[in-house]
């Protein structure tokens, strides 16, 4: 089997490393920050993964013991070892920003230890047109030719966070090259973990922007939802049991409203095609309008607490149930959940939020949910997640503020309208 070197050990590269590993290649992975490197060597990791029901933590300590999976930070040394090299480090966007800065310098490290005969294949989520412009040349500065002396090519990374794995083998891969024998040994590098069909395009164009196009349109597709929802509301209908009976119409498919929209992939999507797109004198007013939409839930969701607050919001309590980017993750990257903790925060209230999957640290964290629930005013179900109750509501109601009368912003659709009124609280939804 060959050896691959992975750069990258987050949400898709550590998963992606150990599907390589579990199939039996020798697999070096590469990553920058030095206390998540230590936390694999150790056999340490917070990702909610598993494959047939073996947890991600058991086959990481299975593949390091076996010696086949070796994180690092040593990218010459990785490189020395691996003919097979795959880049699954982000393009991170802060305020609207892209920041090509791990992808280029990811290429450097490549560049100074490529071999002849390498093989590279990017899979991050790229600017249209990102690995033609920027990766090849820098690759190029190895002295080495893409095409004659290196093979590159790119592919798409479409996995969800807690089915990685599952995903790497099932969903279909989309593969460009920069020539056919690039092309051929990256889909049997692939093939290796992917048993779905690999689609070949004709350019990296090709793929950079299916890829983006993809995010976008579910960002759009929950956009509409979220507006679907306002009115809905308005009209005194629950947008949950509208989107369950428009969805027996065999050619729709809504998305079901939320939050929001977090976590690293949808979010930042836009900003991929919004540079090229002014360069290039193109208007992209629907998508720019969708982003805005989803970036207005968090807000709503705050006003739909601070309006049912019995005392003015420097004495209010609130507590917030799940606060990672969708249900059932660990991940918080742009979560919705804290943007709607901010407003609220900045309206002066005060927020205890409880979640028992999110690792990251917050002030407003707490370690329970009758920690979050005590004195409380009201309480926000912004997540759902394994250990987190939305039934039980009438041991809860003890545990509120004694003022006025209780209340839950249910944005998931999983308290039970006739328990929470039961139990004395008023339920708002989205
Ligand atoms: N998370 C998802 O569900 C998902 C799904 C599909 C595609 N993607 C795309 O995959 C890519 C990775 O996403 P992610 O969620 O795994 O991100 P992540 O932030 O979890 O992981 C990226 C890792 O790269 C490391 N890194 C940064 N610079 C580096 C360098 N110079 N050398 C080595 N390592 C470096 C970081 O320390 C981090 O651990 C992104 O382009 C993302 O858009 C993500």
């Given at each position: 089997?060959?050896?691959?070197?992975?750069?990258?050990l987050?949400?898709?590269?550590?998963p992606?490393?150990?599907?390589?590993a579990?199939r039996?290649?020798?697999?070096?992975?590469?990553d920058v920050?030095?206390?998540?490197?230590?936390e694999l060597?150790a056999?340490v990791?917070h990702?909610?993964?598993?494959?047939?029901?073996?947890p991600?933590?058991?086959?990481?300590?299975?593949e390091l013991?076996a010696?086949?999976?070796?994180?690092?930070?040593?990218?010459a040394?990785?490189?020395?070892?691996?003919?097979n090299?795959?880049v699954?480090?982000?393009?991170?966007?802060?305020d609207g920003?892209?920041?090509?800065?791990?992808?280029l310098?990811v290429?450097?490290?490549?560049?100074a230890?490529l071999k002849?005969?390498?093989?590279?294949?990017?899979?991050s989520t790229?600017i249209?047109?990102?690995?033609?412009?920027?990766?090849l040349p820098?690759l190029?500065?190895?002295?080495?030719?893409?095409?004659?002396d290196?093979?590159l090519?790119?592919?798409?990374?479409?996995?969800?966070?807690?089915?990685?794995?599952?995903?790497?083998?099932?969903?279909?891969?989309?593969?460009?090259?920069?020539d056919?024998?690039?092309?051929?040994?990256a889909?049997a590098?692939?093939s290796?973990?992917?048993?779905a069909e690999?689609?070949?395009?004709?350019?990296?164009?090709?793929?950079?922007m299916?890829?983006?196009?993809?995010n976008?349109?579910r960002d759009v597709?929950?956009?509409?939802?979220?507006?679907?929802?306002?009115?809905?509301?308005a009209?005194?209908?629950?947008?949950f049991?509208?989107?369950?009976?428009?969805n027996?119409?065999?050619?729709?498919?809504?998305?079901?409203?939320?939050?929001?929209?977090?976590?690293?992939?949808?979010p930042?999507a836009?900003f991929?095609?919004?540079?090229?797109?002014?360069?290039?004198?193109?208007?992209?007013?629907l998508?720019?309008?969708?982003?805005r939409?989803?970036?207005?839930v968090?807000?709503?969701?705050?006003?739909?607490?601070?309006r049912?607050?019995?005392?003015p919001?420097?004495?209010a309590?609130?507590?917030?149930l799940?606060?990672?980017?969708?249900?059932?993750s660990n991940?918080?990257?742009?979560?919705?959940?804290?943007a709607a903790i901010?407003?609220l925060q900045?309206?002066?209230?005060q927020?205890?939020?409880y979640?028992?999957?999110v690792?990251t640290?917050?002030?407003?964290?707490?370690?329970?949910l009758?920690?979050a629930?005590?004195?409380?005013?009201?309480?926000?179900?912004?997540?759902?997640?394994?250990?987190?109750?939305?039934?039980?509501l009438?041991a809860?109601?003890p545990l509120?503020?004694?003022?006025?009368t209780?209340f839950?912003?249910?944005?998931?659709?999983?308290?039970d309208?006739?328990?929470?009124e039961?139990?004395?609280?008023?339920?708002?939804?989205?």
């Open positions: 089997m060959p050896d691959v070197c992975v750069f990258g987050g949400f898709v590269g550590l992606l490393a150990l599907s390589f579990m039996g290649c020798r697999v070096v992975g590469v920050d030095q206390a998540l490197v230590a060597q056999g990791t990702h909610l993964e598993s494959y047939q029901g073996t991600i933590q058991e086959i990481l300590r299975r013991a010696g086949r999976f070796r994180p690092t930070t040593d990218a040394a990785a490189m020395a070892a691996c003919d090299i795959i699954t480090v982000g393009v991170p966007v802060e920003r892209h920041d090509l800065g791990p992808v310098e290429s450097r490290a490549i560049a230890g002849p005969g390498d093989l590279v294949i990017v899979r790229l249209p047109g990102t690995t033609r412009r920027d990766v820098v190029e500065q190895s002295g080495l030719k893409a095409g004659r290196f093979f090519a790119y592919s798409s990374e479409r996995i969800a966070e807690g089915r990685a794995f599952h995903e790497f083998e099932h969903m279909p891969a989309a593969l460009a090259g920069l056919q024998a690039s092309a051929e040994r889909a590098l692939l290796i973990v992917t048993k690999i689609t070949l395009a004709s350019s990296f164009e090709v793929v950079e299916a890829k983006v196009m993809e976008i349109s597709d929950i956009a509409m939802v979220n507006e679907f929802a306002r009115f809905a509301r009209m005194g209908v629950d947008i049991e509208v989107v369950r009976v428009a027996t119409h065999l050619r729709v498919n809504l998305l079901t409203p939320g939050p929001g929209v977090g976590g690293y992939c949808l930042n836009l991929y095609l919004l540079p090229r797109a002014r360069e290039l004198g193109v208007e992209l007013e998508l720019t309008t969708a982003r939409v989803n970036d207005a968090p807000s709503h969701v705050a006003g739909l607490a601070l049912n607050l019995p005392v919001p420097a004495q309590r609130l507590a917030v799940g606060i990672a980017m969708k249900d059932y991940d918080d990257r742009v979560s919705p959940a804290l901010r407003v900045e309206a002066g209230c927020v205890r939020a979640d028992p999957a690792p640290p917050h002030p407003f964290k707490v370690g329970s009758e920690e629930l005590s004195g409380a005013h009201g309480v926000l179900i912004l997540a759902l997640q394994e250990g987190l109750p939305t039934r039980g009438a809860w109601r509120m503020a004694a003022d006025g209780p839950i912003v249910d944005t998931r659709n999983a308290v309208r006739a328990e929470c039961a139990a004395g609280f008023r339920l708002e939804t989205l």
